[in-house]
């Protein structure tokens, strides 16, 4: 049997016996248990099983041992959808069976309301409310649905009804009952007797007890539609009964009769204007229901398709309608809302009905004729030739309503492209990228998609994702944009109102879903881990579960993130014995904190230091950026553990024993006001209960120069500059300007020796640190002491690097001299002319320039071009026949070095001034 096979028994087996799930006795759903059922192995069984489960077709207890059920079935089970948290760093769906339990029972309560189009979008809000008031202790709270006629109020006290039904909130024996109260706007007695009961004898003709509505309705519902058309008398006598829950039946005012009625009332009035405040003020929830005309477009669509599909079934006849009629419908504005619409409906399909049964056809189309007349009014109509060819079926009714969801056209789309990458073996690093590219596509649809009704909680959940952006990266050192948070609060929305709609993708691109989804973790291990706490915290804050296509998208979105690092040099980890002792220590003191400084590695009881070690090398393998690490552990005996982490390199390690809460607080500010790993260890070691330490340094310190200047950071800066722009090649050394007294106070104690190797300080005077070289910049620049500076260099620089790093050096201090001498020339510019003079006359005269002649002529050159151009004089020079007479090897080597520069410039060197060039190179 091929691994296909056996997969695919395992996938069948699986759903055949999660049809009848039975929480109770588990077992069978195990790896173990499926394997020896099948005759397989375990391994592969536990492989396939995993493997579903991260791509949200299984649905998986993160228990001992794991156990997987197939979703779809559940789903069966419950009538509604299971969601599943997949790919990415996948753990498990649900910590615990009764977990599961409980997500089974809460999907079917979405199961009823899910029959009413928009209870996912634009009624969400309605029906949570609704929801909440029937489930209230012990009768509920009375809700008012509010609303115009045909929004769909009586169809929704009736499923809260069913759901409580189902729920087993209202027991069979709870009644649904529902009256009109506009027929009995002008006899409030017959009301009352209704509501209330009579007794025998209450009037003329009450010739025997009757219950009335509210005892009909004990312990179920009682409905009352249009309750604004109820006198003040029955309003008042209702708020009583609202307020006790006792009444008098008609006819007996002696005896009290209670009754548990969950009260649910509708009006399509202005509460304020036509109930009493008495009454109004009796009704905790109010929920007004949006006209059709203010729905979302998808919505009106989907109400349509089912009132479509609604009628088929009743004729038991395949239904088609012509685009026109289709279009018409939608953009009718019915003033009767959904209920209107129903009627319309009906009407179209009773005339298309009598056609075809005239024309003997199997098929029922609905024309534009068929539409009743106040819809079909003020329209200028189509042929019916133009009609013919625009027969719409349901099915591509139905492929119309979901391919109108921009995020699952988003999701088909990118899955399509993954699939052929790779199938056809492509560059899988361009993934992410095209990932990338598409979802910002989908963004700018979605922010810019006119048929995009926002739900009202939209601006709740942009809210919400928003802090939960904020509180992750608060923990992770990091900061969202606010462009980025907008994005994924406009995905979250998206997802919540139409991420339903990709469903279908999560079978059809299950393998492709799992095989990116990995491929992405092991690109960006940092994102992935960002992504799963982020999809963690988002799923307790907003109550919904992503599937593993929202999965998908939501760690594309972040990949797209400017995420900006407040690097986190230094971090805390600790480890502790335990299932989840340290990941809560860790949590429990960054809260405590306010920052996250300390991340915790859980540690199983049983397992050896050997592969805690390990565990713990992979951890601090994937930290970007961090340069300290202070590693607490719960059992001095694994202070020593550090000598088996392996491949850890540039990293300093403070091993502290024994740890506690109050000792990582403590630590934890020490790291987060800056100070070195070394200093926090003394620090420790003199707490009063000392746990035992070990400090490790084993990280390579960037190297640096100190520069100083004793009349203040201003010069010192400069020196900075000068040096850090005369470096010929790009090298880690950095220069560093330095405050000159506190680094001749503290000397070796300076903070900055904790974090660089400084080879030595430059500067105008000696801020006498023992143990570190001082070299002035006066010497540097004369080349005094030349071996002493190339000695220390020769770490950082080569040779040739460092020659090339010394006439930069003299070029940009001529260079800062000669600004203040210049006046029309660009020193930039004139400075390149001097370096290549002197280069070539070094060359050709043989003789090489000392750092201070080079300084000179840089100087002279450069004051020498200025004045020829300027003022046109040039200095004077005792015997200048006789110099030219003797030198005209010199003169000509001038002329040729200088060539270039008296071409750009436009000039002549005169001999005289050649004559001074020889002195100054020559006799000093
Ligand atoms: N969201 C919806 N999804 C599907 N069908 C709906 C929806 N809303 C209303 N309907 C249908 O529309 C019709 C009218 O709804 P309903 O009678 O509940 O409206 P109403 O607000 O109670 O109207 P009225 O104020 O006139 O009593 C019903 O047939 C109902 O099934």
Not at 12 to 35: G, P
Not at 108 to 115: I, L, Q, Y
Not at 233 to 247: A, P, T, V
Not at 738 to 754: H, T
Request: with cysteine; glycine share 6%.
């Amino acid at each position: 049997m091929t691994g296909k096979d056996t997969r695919h028994q395992v996938l069948e087996y699986l759903e055949q016996i999660t049809e009848n799930t039975d929480f109770q006795s588990a077992e069978k759903y195990s790896a173990a248990s499926i394997a020896g059922r099948l005759n397989i192995s375990r391994t592969a069984a536990s492989q396939y099983l995993n493997e579903a489960a991260a791509a949200g077709i299984l649905v998986k207890v993160n228990t001992r041992p794991v156990y997987f059920f197939d979703r779809r079935a559940l789903e069966r089970k419950a009538y509604g959808s299971i969601p599943v948290q997949a790919g990415m760093g996948f753990q498990g769906n649900y910590s615990s069976l009764d977990e599961l339990e409980q997500e089974v029972l809460r999907a079917k309560d979405d199961s009823v309301f899910s029959r009413m189009i928009g209870s996912k979008g634009s009624l969400s809000y309605n029906v949570e409310q609704c929801k909440a008031a029937i489930t209230y202790p012990k009768a509920g709270l009375p809700i008012l649905l509010l609303g115009e006629t045909g929004t769909g109020k009586s169809y929704l006290a009736r499923m809260m009804y069913e759901y409580a039904r189902q729920k087993d909130i209202i027991g069979p024996e709870g009644q649904y009952v529902s009256v009109n109260c506009a027929e009995y706007a002008n006899n409030a007695e017959l009301f009352l007797t209704n509501l209330f009961g009579y007794r025998k004898g209450a009037y003329t003709g009450a010739d025997k007890d009757r219950k009335g509505l509210i005892a009909m309705s004990d312990g179920g519902v009682l409905f009352l539609d249009e309750v604004h058309c109820l006198s003040s008398q029955c309003q008042e006598k209702l708020f009583h009964f609202m307020d006790k829950g006792q009444y008098h039946m008609v006819g007996d005012n002696e005896r009290w009769y209670t009754a548990r009625t969950r009260i649910v009332m509708a009006t399509t009035e202005n509460p304020e204007m036509a109930l009493l405040k008495t009454l109004t003020r009796r009704i905790p929830l109010v929920t007004r229901l949006a006209a059709l005309e203010d729905r979302p477009q998808q919505e009106k669509k989907e109400i349509l398709y089912s009132l479509l599909c609604q009628e088929e079934q009743r004729i038991e006849r395949q239904i088609r309608i012509v685009g026109g009629a289709y279009h018409r419908i939608l953009e009718y504005q019915f003033s009767g809302n959904v209920g209107e619409m129903v009627n319309c409906v009906r009407t179209c399909s009773a005339n298309a009905y009598l056609d075809s049964q005239r024309h003997g056809e199997e098929q029922m189309t609905i024309y534009m004729h068929h539409l009743p007349d106040y819809v079909l009014k003020n329209y200028v109509g189509q042929s019916e030739e133009t009609e013919e060819k625009s027969v719409l079926t349901m099915e591509e009714l139905r492929k119309e309503l979901q391919v109108q969801k921009k995020i699952y056209l988003f999701n088909r789309d990118l899955l399509r492209q993954i699939r052929r990458i790779l199938r056809e073996q492509e560059d899988i690093a361009d993934l992410v990228n095209i990932s990338r590219n598409r979802f910002s596509q989908y963004m700018d649809e979605i922010s810019f998609d006119t048929n995009r009704e926002d739900s009202p909680k939209d601006n709740l959940y942009m809210e919400i994702v928003k802090q939960v952006c904020q509180q992750v990266g608060k923990r992770r050192g990091i900061t969202f944009s606010n462009q980025d948070i907008l994005n994924v609060g406009r995905f979250i929305c998206d997802y919540i109102q139409n991420g339903s709609s990709c469903g279908a993708l999560l079978r059809e691109y299950e393998g492709e879903i799992a095989k990116v989804q990995e491929i992405f973790r092991r690109q960006d291990a940092a994102h992935d881990k960002l992504c799963t706490e982020l999809i963690c915290e988002m799923r307790n804050n907003l109550g919904k579960n992503l599937n593993a296509v929202g999965i998908l998208d939501l760690f594309i979105a972040i990949s797209t993130f400017a995420v900006q690092s407040e690097s986190r040099q230094t971090i805390g980890i600790v480890l502790a014995h335990g299932y989840s002792t340290a990941s809560s220590m860790a949590a429990t003191a960054n809260d405590l904190l306010g920052n996250h400084i300390f991340d915790g590695v859980d540690m199983p009881v049983n397992v050896s230091s050997e592969e805690i070690a390990r565990k713990i090398a992979v951890y601090i393998r994937q930290l970007h950026g961090v340069k300290d690490i202070i590693l607490m552990v719960d059992f001095g005996s694994l202070l020593d553990i550090y000598t088996k982490i392996d491949g850890i390199h540039d990293i300093n390690l403070g091993m502290i024993g024994d740890t506690s809460l109050k000792l990582m607080v403590m630590i934890g500010e020490y790291i987060r006001d800056g100070m070195p790993i070394s200093k926090i260890l003394e620090a420790v070691e003199d707490y009063k209960f000392r746990p035992e330490c070990h400090y490790i340094e084993n990280r390579k310190k960037t190297m640096a120069i100190l520069s100083v200047c004793a009349t203040g950071m201003g010069m010192a800066e400069r020196i900075a500059d000068l040096l850090a722009q005369s470096l010929p090649v790009t090298t880690e050394l950095k220069m560093i300007p330095y405050n000159y007294g506190s680094l001749s106070d503290a000397g070796r104690q300076s903070p900055v020796f904790e974090k660089y190797n400084v080879l030595f300080i430059i500067g105008t005077s000696d801020p006498g640190v023992e143990g570190v070289p001082y070299i002035s910049l006066d010497n540097m620049i004369q080349q005094h002491n030349s071996d002493e500076i190339n000695g220390l260099f020769s770490k950082v620089l080569s040779r040739e690097e460092l020659r090339q790093f010394n006439d930069n050096l003299v070029k940009n201090f001529s260079l800062t001299n000669l600004v203040g001498h210049l006046t029309i020339l660009n020193p930039q510019k004139v400075i390149e002319f001097a370096e290549k003079i002197i280069r070539l006359l070094q060359i050709r005269t043989g003789v090489p320039f000392k750092n201070k002649t080079k300084v000179g002529l840089y100087i002279h050159i450069c004051c020498m071009i200025e004045r020829l151009i300027v003022d046109k004089v040039c200095v004077s020079y005792e015997d200048v026949e006789r110099f030219e007479e003797d030198k005209k090897e010199f003169i000509g080597i001038v002329r040729e070095c200088f060539q270039e520069a008296e071409k750009y410039y436009g000039l002549a060197i005169p001999v005289s001034e050649i004559a001074y060039l020889y002195e100054y190179i020559y006799n000093g």
